[in-house]
């Protein structure tokens, strides 16, 4: 049984040292493919890096909600980059991209401003994009419905457990990707979200090195570990885990196109 793991930042510097060797372990321990998503230039470059090293190891690239700069002339700058680097050959999507007012709620012009960017590179490209999305809903919503939507099936990344959100996301033929907050016994709504998506739909991810799974609350997360995320989600589904791998693993593939 092999997973597909479709958000993993063995780009992120908790992983720094050990990540070469952690990606050429992934085959023996289940994890049959996964995509490395860029966060801002350098780790997009990393990405790539990591990428290029290893077959079953693919990446996207793209500037993060907090990591944009502070004035459209110098985004513009930061997407102008982000181009270049789409042509190497194991870019397979624009992400992460998206809105965080988590963090901070100061720029919020300016990360619509990158956003709808960075859509409009993927439109052109012809590549889906990785949606990042946090305590954003209604703007998320108007841009997506209202402004510029993705050409290409995308991914919400992290599935927030927002029911108008992941609604608007199907209808918009997007993937749902599910993260280790699934597991969490106090994640509202998230069996109810889980049931919404249609099984053509699911995919699966760690986030690692953030959001472990339970049981691993408080650890550095990894690709391994994406199937107790499996696990949880086949079984509200009511898939055999066999069956469900197998299935994420197409989805994964042909949102991807790999
Ligand atoms: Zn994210
Ligand atoms: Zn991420």
Request: negative net charge; hydrophobic residues 35%; proline residues 5%.
């Amino acid at each position: 049984m092999e997973f597909f793991d479709t958000h993993t930042h063995y780009n992120d510097e908790k992983f720094k040292q050990e990540a070469e060797k952690m990606l050429n372990e992934l085959k023996q321990n289940g994890i049959g493919g996964i995509v490395i998503p860029g966060f801002n230039i350098e780790s997009s470059e990393r990405a790539i890096e990591l990428a290029n090293k290893n077959a079953s190891v693919y990446c996207s690239v793209g500037i993060h909600p907090s990591d944009i700069e502070n004035s459209t002339e110098k985004i513009d700058e930061q997407i102008c980059k982000i181009r270049d680097l789409i042509k190497n050959e194991k870019v397979v999507a624009i992400g992460e991209i998206g809105l965080d007012y988590h963090w901070t709620q100061d720029n919020k012009e300016l990360q619509k401003y990158a956003f709808k960017k960075q859509i409009e590179l993927a439109n052109e490209q012809k590549l889906p994009i990785i949606i990042h999305t946090r305590d954003c809903v209604q703007d998320m919503i108007d841009i997506l419905s209202k402004e510029i939507s993705p050409m290409e099936p995308s991914i919400l990344h992290c599935c927030p457990f927002n029911r108008e959100l992941v609604k608007e996301g199907l209808k918009l033929n997007f993937y749902i990707s599910f993260a280790g907050p699934v597991t969490y016994k106090n994640a509202k709504n998230a069996e109810e979200i889980v049931k919404m998506v249609p099984e053509e739909k699911i995919l699966i991810e760690t986030d690692s090195p953030y959001l472990p799974p339970e049981p691993f609350r408080g650890q550095r997360n990894d690709s391994t570990k994406v199937k107790y995320i499996a696990q949880k989600v086949a079984e509200i589904k009511n898939i055999p885990l066999e069956e469900f791998a197998k299935l994420t693993f197409e989805n994964a593939k042909k949102v991807f196109k790999i």
